[in-house]
């Protein structure tokens, strides 16, 4: 009998406010910033200190669950979530449990199997705890270093229901879940920063059942690699205890980065160990109906959409639309290009130029699209040329690279290098008597059938006008005299 697996995700993102969730310090890269620079009575856990609740990151959470089509909660409430750890000075985070913000939402992944929609289960605004760093010195001393800098960054939990049945699945989910953060602007996406942190909860059942199953939790996912590793594994494990009828046992593990292998860490703990109760020094968190009507008309039109409506406007391929809606910038670069082009360009002749032209000289620049120095209507000026016959594809090729590393436009730099394409039928056929008189044995040789020997003499003459030659008109040209010669 096959095995199917039972995945969840719980997604932790850090959200792009100014200001921490609970007080008014700056949210800094907790990657550069000075340690504990960063950091008052609140965030600190002053006997006394009280929190605010941070406007901006409710606005951004409203924003993300309306992404999701989630419901909103008018009211939610905050709660204290007991556990004692180094990094968390309060003794207790403050997040939400029973009223969460906003709850019952979809998310459309894509995978080779099609498209699907997986049920979010909930959305809730928590805070996030410090860092600890473990040191071990070279005379045998071990000791942790706490920064608080990221205690009290607001932070948005995204829970999944256990939806998806493969590896590809929950990988699809979180590749998709990171893109509608970007596009929202709510979060940067930088996973090597930590500001996304990926839980899987995994089970695995006989196919054709629906079991749920005992699940284990692994925690500290810190890059698509590591969830798809982690859970490989873990399905692996479990299938394994599934087939000999032995037990699964509920427990959280560790992802273990550098080894790449899942360790367990504890047993789960249940709600009741963390003791939640509501937080006594906030009010319940309300969001009006006015309020999320508002944040709902800011959204921009989201990945999944973006994705299907450029297949339908620009004629693009599933492939091609889900590279360029891949980033919101790259979306909105591709569109002022195609706006700027037309008529004389099509869309999908732009298409080709980002994803092969560009995307080849960014990658090898290790550019990213805000940082292009060459901006839509340049583009769509150098590719208007090309349409126009004033230089040819290759030529205008190189132009594009002179552009990237210049920041000059095309003009200019045609102009410059003298890179204008020939078109004149006279100098063409100058150079063509010139390169079949130099040439006699191979003129023979494709007069006697090898007309293989046209595509040198087609380089020779293209040679001569350094590439600048229209090249429909050479090998017009080209023709018409070795079949003159033939026939003389
Ligand atoms: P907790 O809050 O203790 O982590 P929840 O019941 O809220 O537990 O579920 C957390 C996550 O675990 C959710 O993403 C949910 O979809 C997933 N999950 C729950 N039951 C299972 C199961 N049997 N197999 C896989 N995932 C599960
Ligand atoms: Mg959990
Ligand atoms: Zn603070």
Known sequence: MEIEPVIGLEVHAELNTRSKMFCACPVVDSTTAEPN???????????????????????????????????????????????????????????????????????TIRTSEGERKIRVRRVHLEEDTGKLTHVHTENGESYSLVDLNRAGVPLLEIVSEPDMRSVEEAKAYAVALRQLLR????????????VIRFEANVSVRWKGTDDLNTRTEIKNLNSFRALEQAVTQEIARQSELLRRGEPVIQQTMGWDEARGVTVPQRSKEEAHDYRYFPEPDLPPLEVTPEWIAELQAELPELPHARYHRFQETYGLNAYMADVLTAERAVADYFEEVVRAAAPEVSASTVANWITGELFGLMNQAG?????????????????????????NNNTGKKVLAEMFASGKNAEEIITEKGLRQVSDDDLIASWVDEVLDAHPKEVATYLNGKEGVANFLF???????????????????LMERLKARGEG
Do not use: W
């Open 37 to 107: 620079t960063a950091v008052c009575p609140v965030c600190a856990a002053f006997p006394g200190a009280l929190p605010v609740v941070n406007k901006e990151a409710v606005a951004q959470g409203v924003k993300v669950a309306l992404a999701l089509g989630c419901e909103i909660n008018q009211v939610s409430v905050f709660a204290r979530k007991n556990y004692f750890y180094p990094d968390l000075p309060k003794g207790y985070q403050i997040s939400q449990y029973e009223l969460p913000l906003a709850e019952h939402g979809t998310l």
């Open 183 to 194: 596009y929202l602007g709510v979060n940067s996406g930088d996973m090597e920063k930590g």
């Open 367 to 391: 550019t990213a699209i805000e940082d292009v120095p060459i901006t839509a209507q340049a583009l769509a000026d150098l590719l208007k040329r090309i349409a126009a016959g004033e230089i």
């Open 459 to 477: 380089g020779q003459v293209m040679r001569k006008a350094r590439g600048q030659a229209n090249p429909q008109v050479v090998r017009k040209i």
